[in-house]
């Protein structure tokens, strides 16, 4: 017998027209680039210099950042020892960290007058240079390598312990174990985080301001910002804003269809398991891997923390109030997206399709910040003054860029708990409020918890759009240590580097804790 479909409630309605909003949010602001951009279009060479330096630095940013993730998430996935849990969870602090932060800390390393250059000064070496090419795909790989070591990590460890244990019983060696276990998985993981990340570096912003520049070293994403706040060419801003998007979507479809994990069968929740095969030199090779992952990963952010902390009460006094106006901004925006969010993941744990959303989610990743902030200036100087309306804006661009994240951390609890607490709540009786309230709603808490906090920790850190319309006297933390860093108030920036550090991971550990706690206690 056929399963008849439940009706929908007012929440679900609620998440369609959510949807609706967020699609024409983002449509908008596109439709008026592209009506805005030159026509016929006409790249000129600085342009098409943008365009090669952008896929180039994006695809060897991808490229190195899973290669160097392989090793370190195998070893990772190989060993047990004490304090592994904490390390995996510090490891994946520069995901959150302000990239602006990020920079300042890889600078204070790998810098001309960092500890690197330092070091090879001392023995006799000459020194490198950050800038370019070279600092930009460095900056990226600090960025994004805990995402691709979480992605394949999480993929290594899906593999049944079952399985693990048959392979040692039959003895497997160590090229066996390459073979049947680890070659497919790669194959099947590998692509899709090489495709993400290639996406995630396509719309870098900041990166690019700091470390590149240039004729040489621009991309599309910082060509706009040149076109817009320097030029106010809008037609030019515009047509590179179109042409940001064709890259965008042809990467976001392509990593769309490639972000599948091998199913390998339900295993035990275990912790890691030595691999038949396992040599001494194997067990040192991982430990060295291990080590210098957490090496590279930790030491810009101790280099921050060092050379900050001593500067940090010496502020002045318009640094703190930016301080409160990015607390202010990243929770607004946090509450938009979380609003949004719910009733459309209880729609899409309703719907015979939930990869819907997901599709809406993609089309909230394909446009760049960059590209929804010059649309959304185009539209709000039609009827007022968009630099008067610089913190809404960015308030409601920094909540469409979190929703994907809130609602991949949301959508998978929401049909589970429809499939398991709604058919009992049904079978009960519950319905509306009722329902939502004590079936629903608190096994969505954790998960809720944990994508709000990303949110918050995103906005804390975005030097996007408000870097488009904020005049001085309105900056975020971020663009006024921007402003610090261009006028060579060094002392001044590391101290606003580690304000916001440390504010961007306290908000993220409260809403993830309060999350963890909520759900504790249900």
């Given at each position: 017998?056929?399963?008849?479909?439940?009706?929908?409630?007012?929440?679900?309605?609620?998440?369609?027209?959510?949807?609706?909003l967020i699609a024409l949010a983002v449509l908008v602001p596109l439709g008026a680039v592209m009506a805005r951009a030159d026509w016929p279009p006409a790249l000129g060479p600085a342009d098409l210099a943008a365009i090669r330096f952008t896929l180039m630095q994006a695809a060897l940013s991808a490229l190195a950042s899973v290669g160097l993730a392989v090793p370190v998430a195998r070893?990772?996935?190989?060993?047990?020892?004490?304090?592994?849990?904490?390390?995996?969870?510090?490891?994946?602090?520069?995901?959150?960290?302000?990239?602006?932060?990020?920079?300042?800390?890889?600078?204070?390393?790998?810098?001309?007058?960092?500890?690197?250059?330092?070091?090879?000064?001392?023995?006799?070496?000459?020194?490198?240079?950050?800038?370019?090419?070279?600092?930009?795909?460095?900056?990226?790989?600090?960025?994004?390598?805990p995402l691709a070591v979480r992605l394949i990590l999480q993929a290594w460890q899906a593999i049944p312990a079952e399985r693990i244990r048959l392979a040692t019983a039959l003895g497997f060696s160590s090229r066996d174990m390459r073979r049947h276990f680890e070659r497919p998985l790669l194959r099947a993981v590998v692509p899709g985080a090489v495709l993400l990340i290639f996406l995630?570096?396509?719309?870098?912003?900041?990166?690019?301001?700091?470390?590149?520049?240039?004729?040489?070293?621009?991309?599309?994403?910082?060509?706009?910002?040149?076109?817009?706040?320097?030029?106010?060419?809008?037609?030019?801003?515009?047509?590179?804003?179109?042409?940001?998007?064709?890259?965008?979507?042809?990467?976001?479809?392509?990593?769309?269809?490639?972000?599948?994990?091998?199913?390998?069968?339900?295993?035990?929740?275990?912790?890691?398991?030595?691999?038949?095969?396992?040599?001494?030199?194997?067990?040192?090779?991982?430990?060295?891997?291990?080590?210098?992952?957490?090496?590279?990963?930790?030491?810009?952010?101790?280099?921050?923390?060092?050379?900050?902390?001593?500067?940090?009460?010496?502020?002045?006094?318009?640094?703190?109030?930016?301080?409160?106006?990015?607390?202010?901004?990243?929770?607004?925006?946090?509450?938009?997206?979380?609003?949004?969010?719910?009733?459309?993941?209880?729609?899409?744990?309703?719907?015979?399709?939930?990869?819907?959303?997901?599709?809406?989610?993609?089309?909230?990743?394909?446009?760049?910040?960059?590209?929804?902030?010059?649309?959304?200036?185009?539209?709000?100087?039609?009827?007022?003054?968009?630099?008067?309306?610089?913190?809404?804006?960015?308030?409601?661009?920094?909540?469409?860029?979190?929703?994907?994240?809130?609602?991949?951390?949301?959508?998978?609890?929401?049909?589970?708990?429809?499939?398991?607490?709604?058919?009992?709540?049904?079978?009960?009786?519950?319905?509306?409020?009722?329902?939502?309230?004590?079936?629903?709603?608190?096994?969505?808490?954790?998960?809720?918890?944990?994508?709000?906090?990303?949110?918050?920790?995103?906005?804390?850190?975005?030097?996007?759009?408000?870097?488009?319309?904020?005049?001085?006297?309105?900056?975020?933390?971020?663009?006024?240590?921007?402003?610090?860093?261009?006028?060579?108030?060094?002392?001044?920036?590391?101290?606003?580097?580690?304000?916001?550090?440390?504010?961007?991971?306290?908000?993220?550990?409260?809403?993830?804790?309060?999350?963890?706690?909520?759900?504790?206690?249900?």
């Amino acid at each position: 017998m056929a399963k008849r479909a439940r009706p929908l409630s007012v929440i679900h309605w609620m998440g369609a027209a959510f949807a609706g909003l967020i699609a024409l949010a983002v449509l908008v602001p596109l439709g008026a680039v592209m009506a805005r951009a030159d026509w016929p279009p006409a790249l000129g060479p600085a342009d098409l210099a943008a365009i090669r330096f952008t896929l180039m630095q994006a695809a060897l940013s991808a490229l190195a950042s899973v290669g160097l993730a392989v090793p370190v998430a195998r070893a990772l996935a190989r060993r047990s020892f004490p304090g592994r849990a904490a390390l995996i969870t510090l490891m994946g602090a520069p995901f959150l960290l302000p990239v602006i932060v990020a920079v300042l800390g890889l600078l204070a390393v790998f810098g001309r007058a960092g500890w690197l250059n330092d070091a090879l000064a001392g023995i006799g070496l000459g020194r490198i240079d950050i800038y370019g090419l070279q600092g930009v795909v460095l900056a990226h790989v600090f960025l994004n390598l805990p995402l691709a070591v979480r992605l394949i990590l999480q993929a290594w460890q899906a593999i049944p312990a079952e399985r693990i244990r048959l392979a040692t019983a039959l003895g497997f060696s160590s090229r066996d174990m390459r073979r049947h276990f680890e070659r497919p998985l790669l194959r099947a993981v590998v692509p899709g985080a090489v495709l993400l990340i290639f996406l995630i570096c396509t719309t870098s912003f900041a990166v690019a301001l700091i470390l590149g520049g240039g004729p040489a070293a621009t991309t599309v994403e910082l060509a706009i910002y040149q076109a817009f706040r320097f030029d106010f060419d809008l037609g030019r801003a515009a047509l590179l804003g179109g042409v940001q998007v064709a890259i965008c979507l042809c990467a976001g479809a392509l990593a769309f269809g490639a972000i599948r994990t091998q199913e390998l069968g339900p295993g035990l929740d275990r912790p890691a398991l030595a691999w038949p095969g396992d040599r001494a030199l194997a067990r040192w090779g991982d430990g060295a891997v291990i080590g210098a992952a957490a090496l590279f990963l930790l030491m810009p952010m101790l280099a921050v923390a060092l050379k900050g902390l001593p500067a940090l009460l010496g502020l002045p006094p318009q640094i703190w109030e930016a301080a409160l106006r990015s607390c202010i901004l990243a929770l607004g925006s946090t509450a938009v997206a979380v609003g949004l969010a719910v009733p459309i993941a209880l729609l899409a744990a309703r719907l015979a399709r939930p990869g819907l959303v997901e599709m809406l989610a993609f089309l909230t990743i394909a446009v760049s910040p960059l590209v929804l902030g010059t649309g959304l200036f185009i539209v709000i100087r039609a009827v007022a003054n968009p630099v008067a309306l610089a913190l809404p804006v960015t308030g409601m661009v920094n909540a469409l860029v979190a929703l994907p994240f809130i609602l991949r951390a949301l959508v998978p609890a929401a049909i589970l708990a429809e499939a398991t607490q709604g058919r009992l709540a049904d079978a009960l009786g519950m319905r509306g409020l009722a329902r939502l309230r004590h079936a629903i709603l608190p096994r969505l808490i954790r998960p809720l918890g944990f994508g709000a906090g990303l949110a918050a920790a995103f906005s804390m850190g975005d030097l996007g759009v408000i870097a488009l319309f904020s005049l001085p006297g309105q900056g975020t933390l971020p663009l006024e240590m921007y402003r610090l860093m261009g006028a060579y108030r060094t002392d001044d920036a590391q101290g606003a580097a580690v304000l916001l550090m440390a504010l961007t991971l306290a908000i993220f550990w409260l809403f993830d804790r309060g999350g963890r706690l909520d759900a504790a206690t249900r």
